[in-house]
């Protein structure tokens, strides 16, 4: 009944898109989401809307450059900052391949295919998606909520700057219930799994950086965005 809940919020589209839009690369274009991100938490909840403008405070005081390299060095040199999804529950292995493809399948089902550039269990992907589809976005985000709140924590311990931003995802979500808990627990503990074969062709976790995502219409499939 939560998850339902969480649904029917009319903010949340707002609020997914704008947390995709500063999880992605840092690129030219990123002076232009913190300002958007700015107009937009004005409308948010304060739980979402406080981390977002303490991301964004950060972000307007540290140079293009230095925030570039801090992402690079905090999504890509680290496994436990990983922002592919599936990393967290499959680790190197088959089945995540699996878990790819089976998110492919939701966004091609909803009338969506991903540029070519960006692999489906990107976290600013699966946001991005979230806001054009909240109702099938927030069971994916949820299904993957234990590998959210390892990212989260992993995040605040490195006192990293996007620890706001996993907040305020995280403030979007249903609380972590008691299979969720024990969840992060054992990925804690235990880490992914470690099978280093079955990804082909897929990208390993650790990929280069990618600017915002943008989703097409499937030719097939067909819709407005």
Not at 19 to 30: C, G, M, N, V
Not at 100 to 108: E, H, N
Not at 144 to 153: Q, W
């Amino acid at each position: 009944m939560k998850r339902k809940s969480a649904r029917t919020k009319p903010w949340l589209a707002d609020a997914w898109q704008t947390q995709s839009l500063l999880l992605a690369y840092p690129d030219e274009r990123f002076e232009q989401y913190l300002a958007l991100a700015g107009r937009v938490a004005a409308t948010l909840p304060e739980p979402v809307a406080r981390p977002l403008l303490r991301f964004t405070a950060h972000a307007e005081q540290t140079s293009p450059a230095d925030l570039a390299a801090a992402y690079v060095a905090t999504f890509d040199h680290r496994k436990r900052c990983c922002l592919y999804l599936t990393y967290y529950a499959h680790g190197d292995t088959r089945k995540r391949g699996l878990g790819l493809l089976r998110l492919k399948q939701t966004y091609a089902a909803a009338g969506w295919r991903l540029g070519e550039d960006e692999l489906p269990d990107h976290l600013a992907v699966v946001l991005e998606f979230a806001a054009t589809d909240p109702a099938t976005g927030a069971g994916l985000l949820t299904e993957h909520r234990a590998g959210l709140e390892l990212l989260r924590l992993a995040l605040n311990d490195d006192g990293s700057p996007w620890a706001h931003v996993l907040d305020s995802v995280a403030a979007t979500l249903p609380a972590l219930a008691g299979d969720d808990r024990e969840a992060v627990m054992r990925l804690a503990a235990q880490g992914p799994p470690e099978e280093q074969v079955g990804l082909d062709p897929y990208a390993p976790p650790m990929s280069s950086p990618v600017s915002a995502p943008v989703f097409l219409p499937d030719p097939v499939v067909g819709g407005p965005r």
